[in-house]
């Protein structure tokens, strides 16, 4: 058993901005790891001590054109597991509350937001910004969705609750990979 999942110390919008699309071989792979079809172009942003996606961003479009406000997203089957678990334990309604009481994570947090909303918008330069587009995961008033805060974190580093779940989390063990890459 390995420590599979850590935080990478060159996480940070640059490198997420840098990350090639996934080829073809990667695509199933992501698509076997989150049992449907990825969609949206993704290209790989973090790895586990796999070697298989972590985190992947992916256009503020889908392929039809759609809007999809969700930039980086938490592809690890035990990492979602594992995160489900925290949000089932409640602990989005502990971080709201403490979203409302500390005004210093308040400040943090929707920093955090203008940031990610300025890296999905020029992501999909010329067809975005997504004017009007919600953020990802409630950002920038409440926490709505530990797994896209987790994700973001790991590709950026730049998401205090992110940050929070990753606290609580990694570095994560792991037996085995989750896919068998061997086809």
């Not at 950026?156 to 037996?175: E, F, I, K, Q, S």
Request: with cysteine; net charge negative.
């Amino acid at each position: 058993m390995i420590d599979a999942v850590q935080r990478d110390p060159e996480a940070g919008y640059p490198h997420a901005a840098a990350a090639a699309p996934a080829d073809d071989a990667t695509v199933a792979v992501l698509s076997a790891q989150l049992g449907r079809p990825a969609r949206g172009r993704p290209a790989v942003v973090h790895r586990c001590g796999h070697g298989l996606p972590t985190v992947v961003r992916v256009d503020p479009r889908l392929e039809d054109g759609t809007p999809f406000p969700t930039t980086f997203w938490l592809a690890c089957p035990l990492l979602r597991s594992a995160v489900g678990r925290m949000e089932a334990d409640h602990e989005m309604v502990r971080l709201n509350e403490r979203l409302a009481e500390d005004e210093g994570l308040r400040s943090d947090y929707a920093a955090t937001a203008a940031r990610y909303v300025t890296f999905r918008d020029e992501l999909g330069a010329p067809d975005a910004p997504l004017a009007g587009a919600p953020t990802a995961g409630g950002m920038p008033t409440r926490v709505k969705c530990l797994h896209v805060h987790l994700a973001h974190h790991l590709a950026t580093g730049d998401n205090p609750v992110g940050a929070h779940v990753a606290d609580a989390l990694l570095p994560m063990a792991c037996p085995a990979p989750c896919v068998d890459t061997s086809a």
